[in-house]
T-cell receptor, first 114, second 109 residues
Framework: DSGVTQTPKHLITATGQRVTLRCSPR?????VYWYQQSLDQGLQFLIQ???????AKGNILERFSAQQFPDLHSELNLSSLELGDSALYFC?????????????FGEGSRLTVL | TQLLEQSPQFLSIQEGENLTVYCNSS?????LQWYRQEPGEGPVLLVT?????EVKKLKRLTFQFGDARKDSSLHITAAQPGDTGLYLC?????????FGTGTSLTVIP
């Protein structure tokens, strides 16, 4: 158990819909990262928050948005869903902002868009 | 496109064999990490290397960071079925981690 909690574990929805994925980081970790994992693209960095502020942005589509709340949990919002958005979405947390810290991953949220 | 390319993409070997997985990039990283991911779970950190040329050993696993900090390798000696999984390298630039394309290893008993 990494200490990172993601909900829901599985989500099936239709094209055009909107979903919200939730992440609770490990206790004490201020940094939250979101990654998308699909079969043909590997693990793609989406966005990072540190103590409530956005600190880095990767290949995140404009249809996607995220935020980190004062209690440090984070939500990833995916809207106008397309078939290609079907993937595993991982949240990871780290105690540091720097790139040498260990990332602790949740078990992921598997999104299927039909 | 991925910043880090891993090879091979798939590897199936017999128990007891040795193997090496490569992680290559044209970018320079401040640190390089290796993770292992099992089905239905998130990646778990195996090691972090930060100095060019650094070599770290973790039981039967040997990790090396290239001198120019652009590449890394993972060598497994006498592979066991428990080593089966997806191996991911991740390079750090600033406070971002960029993951490799992954190597799926299957060790057959």
């Amino acid at each position: 158990d990494s200490g990172v909690t993601q909900t829901p574990k599985h989500l099936i929805t239709a094209t055009g819909q909107r979903v919200t994925l939730r992440c609770s980081p490990r206790s004490g970790d201020l940094s939250v990262y979101w990654y998308q994992q699909s079969l043909d693209q590997g693990l793609q960095f989406l966005i990072q928050y540190y103590n409530g502020e956005e600190r880095a942005k990767g290949n995140i589509l404009e249809r996607f948005s995220a935020q980190q709340f004062p209690d440090l949990h984070s939500e990833l919002n995916l809207s106008s869903l397309e078939l290609g958005d079907s993937a595993l979405y991982f949240c990871a947390s780290s105690v540091t902002l720097a790139g040498t810290g260990e990332l602790f991953f949740g078990e992921g949220s598997r999104l299927t868009v039909l | 496109t991925q910043l880090l390319e891993q090879s091979p993409q798939f590897l199936s070997i017999q128990e007891g064999e040795n193997l090496t997985v490569y992680c290559n990039s044209s970018s320079v990283f401040s640190s390089l990490q290796w993770y292992r991911q099992e089905p239905g779970e998130g990646p778990v950190l195996l090691v972090t290397v930060v100095t060019g040329g650094e070599v770290k050993k973790l039981k039967r696993l040997t990790f090396q960071f290239g001198d120019a900090r652009k590449d890394s390798s993972l060598h497994i000696t006498a592979a066991q079925p428990g080593d089966t999984g997806l191996y991911l390298c991740a390079g750090a630039i600033g406070n971002q981690f960029y993951f490799g394309t992954g190597t799926s290893l299957t060790v057959i008993p």
